[in-house]
Structure formats: C-alpha cells, structure tokens
C-alpha cells in the first residue's frame, strides 16, 4: 500500500514557475518506492484527467505529453520518498488540478494503470 501526498501547488502568473512535490507515506520503504514508477496526471475542469509525466523505477527514464516537454520536469529523490515535477514557463492552459499516481512496475500513460493516487493539488495559471 501507498499513500501518496500532494504539495507545491498555487497560483502563478503566465510565465511563471512551481514545483510540485509527492510524498509516499513513511511507513513505504526507501527499496519499496523505488520500484514503483510515479507519474504525474491534471485534470482541468470539465476535461478528462490526462498525463503529463512519468519515471521509471530507479529513475533512469522519463516520458512527458508533448505539451509540456522542455518547460517540465519529473525527477524523484528515493531516499525521501518523493516525486517532483519542476514546471517552468507556465500557460493558462497548464491551470488543472495535478495528481501523483504510482504502479508497480513501469512508466504508463494510462491512468487505469496507476493503483495509487493522491489526492490533487491545484495549480491556476493566470494571464
């Protein structure tokens, strides 16, 4: 079991920048964590929730939806537990709550292949 906490959100002018953190719980080991991939997904109202980053196990490998690439970046530190995603030169159209997710296993963009999710965090672009 992991449980995943969501901090870092806000609200940003256009341009701007934020840096989302996901904390799993303490009682999940350092050697448990770091199997797992963690991706990040937002969901903005009224749309479906769809991803935005992921990183394999150990961290090697990341993959980003080509809206975001070279303005985000996922990266986790295993020896805390966490996750991050670095967002950089932000647009209105970034404004969506933003969900950590883990799976055993490898990176996937389908969120039916996450078991694990925190509980959002909101993030309002302003132009």
């Known amino acids: 079991q992991v449980q995943l906490v969501e901090s870092g959100g806000g609200l940003v002018q256009a341009g701007g920048s934020l840096r989302l953190s996901c904390a799993a719980s303490k009682r999940t080991s350092a050697r448990t964590f770091s199997a797992y991939a963690m991706a990040w997904f937002r969901q903005a109202p009224g749309k479906e929730r769809e991803f935005v980053a992921a990183?394999?196990?150990?961290?090697?490998?990341?993959d980003y939806t080509d809206s975001v690439k070279g303005r985000f970046t996922i990266s986790r530190d295993d020896a805390k537990n966490t996750v991050y995603v670095q967002m950089n030169n932000l647009k209105p159209e970034d404004t969506a709550v933003y969900y950590c997710?883990?799976?055993?296993?490898?990176?996937?963009?389908?969120?039916?292949?996450?078991?694990?999710w925190g509980q959002g965090t909101q993030v309002t672009v302003s132009s």
């Open positions: 997710a883990a799976r055993w296993g490898g990176t996937k963009r389908s969120a039916e292949e996450y078991g694990y």
């Open positions: 990183i394999s196990p150990n961290g090697p490998y990341t």
